[in-house]
């Protein structure tokens, strides 16, 4: 009997570990764990018995020890048949079924019979059973079969209701079969389930990788183990055979072929996790596409092999090119831009064979302007195509052609012994009619020319030196070629901080008006001023008035400038007038930029009426050069001036367009005759033209000043030739307004 008890324990304990090696294989399976751990109770439920068959049945053994066991082993069965019914038992329930069970055996063994504890262990087999038996009719064979078992197991104990040994020793071997047969059941089950959940496994990522737009190809260093199809697909092969590791590695582009051994050497061997590539690769066809891959380890039918992730990056690399391209390239003519370049200058920083020289062509197309406004935008288009191409295939050309602006080209050369053939073919180019859709042109283009390490390092200031020595050029008429000079630079440099300080010099009230008298030629008297524009700048000191009237002119701001200088003027009168001092007029410049101004008429007499002053008290003076530009629109405007009581005069008179057309025709006061004609008083041919204009200002009615008077003789002879009114160092400097205040006492 002993030896049938250490069978059936041995039994259960194999049954036992084999359904917790099988959950230990896919820990999915919770109920082949929480059976093979009611095996194990049974099997010490056993062996116990058996080792203290003969103690008393009030012994702890049997009152406490075994049934403890039994509830443990039948708590595992109960919940393990209810995990595989799909009604798992977790939480309060699973507490309260243990603490159910261990009462109810061990009262049982405590108050009652051996019988009766029998008796509660088949209740509890029977109902499990029967639960098992219509949760699992649906199931397969060895899922029908655990019911059944169940249920057989809950009646063998009335095989030995008589209390028989014979019967007993039947009982216990049916009940271990059974048991025995139960636990191959389950385990049955167990590795169906694995079965069935490795196939569907397989199922899915059969349909993932089948499907997938992204290419799954497995592999060892020597052959190609699975492809999907969208592998083939972006490789371009019929079959998997097509793609065999010769043709995979010829397809890596040699620089890259043995980065990608090691690479896959280093995860066959574990050494890394994971890797990721990208790059070119060849197709079947032997057209090129840009693949990405990422690669990790994977156990494939018992070998270790690598599993490759294959994504066609090609469209949108094709994507970024062009967008590259559009970020770095002309739309209009192809060429490289201007971020191009710089990128280009920046490179040669990093690059260890950069060029030990390397010169820029600077190519400013001269009065494109004109053609967009006579011909139009589309036509100024095609001319700059034309442009291009002329000197992009100029024979022998070597640099790289890049458009850095609107009628901007630079050429880049790094051949020294080139420059003096490609400046000559530049200017025969450019003599050469231009032929386009439209019809041929002519174009002449200025040049500035840099070169490194001469005119400075590979970065953006060589670009300034360049452009510097082409607004050189632009000086020139026709097509020029001007190398940089520092002092070209520094020129440009200097007048774009003029500018700058000249807005802040406005704006802070910086510019201020000096005050020379006009003296009567006769008596010498004092008979008015010119107001003069000076600037104190900050830190610098007294700027040349030529300076910075040009820059005004040039930036704009004449108008606000101009317009300060007049208010100050007219309320310095008022005040003169309010302190008493005698009222003389006060002659004040004109910028032919002003008198573009449509409204300047008006705004002159809004500033008269601001200050209450009486228009003969002012006197506008412009030069030649402004009467001449856009005459009929100055003359409309002086006419308008002098009508509302403005005196107007004309400076520098002789130097520039004199005519008596000119002379006739403008609505003036006065003639103010050049510096330059003054000083070579009291010489013969000197006097003779100041005379010749004095009588031409008489029959006009016109009254003559002299500027840039010096000397005592100078005087005397201008006013003998005929001059009116003086003006010059010889009575008076430009003086401040307090300093000129004293002379009108």
């Known amino acids: 009997m002993t030896a049938l008890f250490y069978l059936a324990a041995a039994v259960e304990l194999v049954v036992g570990t084999s359904l917790l090696f099988s959950w230990q294989r896919d820990r999915t399976q919770v109920f082949a764990r929480k059976l093979g751990l009611s095996f194990f109770g049974v099997a010490g439920s056993v062996i116990i018995f058996s080792l203290y068959s003969d103690a008393p049945l009030d012994s702890p053994v049997n009152l406490w020890l075994i049934p403890a066991l039994a509830s443990i082993s039948l708590y595992f069965l109960t919940s393990g048949v209810l995990d595989l019914t799909g009604s798992p038992l977790r939480g309060w329930r699973a507490v309260l079924l243990g603490s159910t069970l261990f009462i109810l055996l061990t009262g049982v063994a405590i108050e009652v019979d051996s019988w009766s504890s029998q008796l509660s262990v088949s209740i509890v087999y029977l109902s499990v059973g029967l639960l098992a038996t219509g949760a699992l009719r649906n199931k397969s064979r060895p899922h029908r079969l655990i019911g059944p078992l169940l249920l057989l197991l809950a009646l063998h104990p009335m095989i030995s209701a008589n209390g028989d040994p014979a019967a007993i020793t039947i009982q216990f071997a049916v009940g271990a079969v059974l048991r025995t047969a139960l636990g191959f059941a389950v385990l049955y089950v167990a590795l169906d389930q694995s079965a069935t959940e490795t196939r569907h496994a397989g199922e899915r990522f059969a349909r993932l990788t089948e499907y997938s737009l992204q290419g799954v190809a497995i592999l060892t260093t020597d052959s190609l183990l699975y492809a999907n199809p969208a592998t083939l697909r972006i490789y371009g092969a019929q079959h998997a055979q097509m793609l065999t590791p010769a043709f995979l590695s010829e397809s890596t582009p040699a620089e890259e072929r043995q980065k990608v051994i090691t690479l896959f050497r280093q995860l066959l061997a574990g050494e890394i996790k994971q890797a990721n590539w990208e790059g070119e690769r060849l197709r079947l066809d032997a057209a090129r596409r840009y693949l990405h891959f990422f690669a990790y380890r994977v156990n494939w039918d018992g070998q270790y092999a690598v599993c490759l992730m294959i994504s066609d990056e090609t469209e949108r690399m094709d994507q970024n090119r062009a967008l590259l391209h559009r970020a770095t390239h002309d739309s209009l003519t192809g060429l490289p831009n201007r971020g191009a370049l710089m990128q280009r200058l920046h490179d040669y920083h990093l690059d260890p064979a950069a060029p030990t020289h390397l010169t820029l062509y600077l190519l400013n197309i001269d009065r494109f302007k004109l053609i967009n406004t006579a011909h139009g935008y589309s036509s100024g288009d095609e001319i700059i195509r034309a442009f291009a191409r002329a000197i992009a295939e100029l024979p022998g050309t070597s640099g790289q052609l890049y458009r850095i602006g609107i009628d901007e080209f630079l050429l880049t050369v790094e051949d020294p012994a080139r420059l003096a053939q490609l400046e000559q073919q530049l200017l025969e180019q450019l003599a050469r009619p231009l032929p386009t859709a439209l019809g041929e042109f002519y174009l ?127 309320q310095q009168i008022v005040q003169w007038r309010a302190e008493g001092k005698a009222s003389l007029p006060v002659a004040v410049n004109v910028s032919p930029l002003q008198l573009l101004n449509p409204h300047f008429p008006q705004l002159v007499m809004d500033i008269l009426r601001d200050f209450q002053l009486p228009a003969h008290l002012l006197t506008l003076e412009i030069t030649e050069s402004a009467a001449v530009q856009n005459l009929e629109h100055t003359c409309s405007q002086l006419r308008e001036l002098r009508g509302n009581g403005i005196r107007i005069a004309i400076d520098d008179f002789g130097t520039g367009f004199s005519s008596l057309s000119m002379l006739r025709n403008l609505p003036l006061d006065t003639v103010k005759i050049d510096k330059a004609l003054i000083d070579p008083l009291p010489g013969r041919e000197g006097t003779a033209v100041v005379e010749a204009i004095c009588k031409l200002a008489a029959v006009l009615g016109l009254g003559v000043v002299a500027e840039g008077v010096e000397t005592a003789k100078q005087a005397d002879t201008a006013r003998r030739a005929g001059c009116n009114e003086l003006q010059g160092y010889y009575f008076n400097k430009p003086l401040s307004a307090e300093d000129a205040g004293k002379l009108l006492h």
């Not at 840099?450 to 300034?464: I, K, Q, T, V």
């Not at 607004?471 to 007048?495: D, M, N, R, W």
């Not at 004092?526 to 030529?546: C, D, K, S, T, Y």
């Open 444 to 570: 002449d283009a200025s040049i500035g020319k840099a070169s490194y390490p001469a005119h400075g390092p590979l970065d953006e200031s060589l670009l300034r030196a360049a452009n510097a020595a082409m607004h050189v050029a632009k000086t020139q008429p026709g097509s020029h070629i001007v190398s940089a000079q520092a002092s070209f630079e520094q020129g440009s440099s200097e007048l774009l901080a003029l500018e700058q300080a000249l807005r802040a010099g406005i704006r802070e009230r910086h510019v201020y008006l000096c005050y020379q008298p006009k003296v009567d030629a006769a008596s010498q008297q004092v008979i008015g001023f010119e107001a003069l524009a000076r600037w104190h700048r900050p830190g610098i000191g007294m700027v040349n008035p030529q300076l910075f009237i040009q820059a005004a002119e040039t930036t704009g701001l004449i108008g606000e400038l101009g317009t300060l200088l007049l208010r100050n003027a007219c």
